[in-house]
């Protein structure tokens, strides 16, 4: 059966358009099918667009496997799971091992593009009619397809390209991988225009702003190695007053801690439709947070899950004595057990750690029965400790460097970590590189950034293990799409 890009992204509008409603008047996720419609006679109503834009951000939900892969990929957890065979595809990754027949890895490239396509399908017809508030949905439209494009370029290297029309059958024969240049230009210009409309507060909790956009402006800058650019534009995130740093870092992943003072971009997830091992893609729940739950578990707080993408030792040795986040992060299961009689069991490599960020907790008496694959729990995909740290090191790192302030927004973060100002860092140059870089460790754990961030640093060789030079930085393209393209598309070095 062929499986590439053109006929799974088509199922996002190519000759049938699934229009999404939300559930209620304040989370933005989607809920039931509403109808379809011939995608060439749609978009005659201001509706249309905003169930047009709905259906765009649905897409997000599907990213719970970049978050939980892009963990493992990394040395901070190793896979897990029941067995070694347990999600072989997770398991390769985790090894270095993985090949383009890997279907986890084209779950990525599929879900992604299906992104890319519900934008363009809404770009296609931005103009077909006017109405008031049209600008900040094509907005919010711009942003969801760079965000998209973002996680398709930091996964694979070069993409087929092509902006306000949907791909079609036969353009995977003619159309190229664009350069990674090009591609960045083109996340640029969506994000530029994006943070020209988009307002300061969202119009409805989940949807995007200003603030987001400018913030995924200066990450795809410093991904880049712009320093400067990513200087800049960080710097009107942050003194613009928006965001700030959440008090207590444990609230951050609580509940309570959704869509708070600290959040610059979530994605928005919901217990109230489940899933099934099937098609993980339906849930409407965060899938990575059941699979990362402690296998067999009984107790408080918590909710059993399938023991994947444990942390390893190092990584909790990772945190300096007195963190206050060493606890939020990790989940020592053995200690927690002996303080409140809570059981469990152990699973394939099993450390005795879980990411407690992102671990089930209990859920609701409305919530679905469905395996625990269906958690509540938002991805907090952007946030404002997320954004002093990338300034910090943009900072550091510009072409004029400003180590006096990069010094500052590191030390802001520090400061919530450990309580005091006692831990504050005074290195300069590469010392205070390496500081940031440890600080992003250990502030962003769990949350699927550092193995991109020790590639894009030109550390991942040697500290991940298992993993090639020149080779392991991207991953391969589906064989499906290699072998469709008919020789267009030649396959990432090394696979």
Not at 109 to 130: H, L, P, S
Not at 165 to 177: A, C, H, M, Y
Not at 188 to 206: C, F, K, N, R, W
Not at 275 to 280: D, M, T, W
């Amino acid at each position: 059966m062929k499986s590439n890009i053109l006929n799974k992204i088509m199922l996002a509008g190519m000759f049938t358009f699934f229009i999404f409603i939300f559930s209620c008047s304040d989370k933005f996720v989607k809920v039931s099918p509403e109808y379809s419609i011939d995608s060439e006679n749609y978009f005659n109503s201001e509706d249309d667009y905003y169930m047009a834009l709905v259906a765009a951000y649905d897409i997000l939900q599907s990213s719970y496997a970049n978050v939980i892969l892009g963990e493992i990929a990394s040395e901070n957890t190793l896979c897990g799971g029941e067995s070694p065979t347990d999600v072989i595809g997770w398991q390769q990754v985790d090894d270095m091992i993985h090949t383009s027949t890997n279907s986890n890895l084209r779950d990525i490239w599929n879900w992604m593009f299906a992104g890319v396509q519900r934008t363009n399908y809404f770009m296609e017809f931005k103009d077909k009619i006017d109405f008031d508030g049209k600008d900040q949905m094509i907005g919010e439209i711009r942003f969801l397809r760079a965000y998209y494009n973002f996680e398709l370029i930091k996964w694979f290297g070069p993409i087929p390209l092509k902006m306000d029309k949907r791909f079609s059958l036969g353009d995977e024969t003619t159309i190229p991988r664009s350069p990674v240049e090009d591609v960045y230009a083109a996340i640029e210009e969506d994000l530029i225009y994006a943070a020209s409309v988009l307002p300061e507060t969202p119009a409805q909790v989940g949807r995007v702003t200003k603030g987001a956009a400018q913030s995924l402006l200066g990450k795809a800058y410093l991904y880049q190695k712009k320093y400067a650019e990513s200087a800049a534009v960080l710097e009107e995130v942050i003194v613009g007053g928006a965001y700030s740093l959440a008090p207590n870092f444990n609230d951050i992943f609580e509940m309570e801690g959704e869509n708070g003072v600290e959040s610059v971009f979530e994605v928005q997830y919901t217990d109230m439709e489940g899933a099934g091992f099937g098609c993980l893609q339906c849930s409407e729940g965060n899938v990575a947070v059941g699979f990362s739950g402690v296998r067999g578990y009984t107790g408080p707080l918590f909710s059993p899950g399938f023991s994947f993408n444990v942390p390893v030792q190092e990584a909790v040795d990772a945190f300096e004595p007195g963190d206050l986040r060493k606890g939020v992060t990790i989940l020592d299961i053995v200690a927690f057990a002996d303080t409140t009689d809570a059981t469990f069991t152990t699973g394939n490599e099993h450390t005795g750690f879980f990411n407690r960020k992102y671990i089930p907790r209990k859920r609701s008496e409305n919530a679905q029965n469905d395996l625990n694959l269906t958690n509540p729990n938002n991805y907090r995909s952007i946030r404002y400790a997320d954004v002093l740290l990338m300034a910090a090191e943009a900072n550091n790192l510009s072409p004029t460097p400003d180590d006096v302030k990069a010094q500052d927004y590191l030390n802001q973060v520090r400061r919530r970590a450990f309580g005091d100002q006692n831990h504050d860092v005074t290195y300069t140059g590469a010392a205070l590189t390496d500081a940031i870089a440890h600080e992003r460790r250990v502030e962003l754990m769990g949350e699927g950034h550092h193995f991109f961030d020790l590639v894009r640093t030109d550390k991942a060789f040697g500290t991940i293990p298992g993993f090639t030079k020149d080779k392991n930085e991207v991953f391969p393209l589906p064989i499906e799409e290699i072998n469709f393209s008919a020789g267009n598309w030649s396959q990432n070095n090394g696979y």
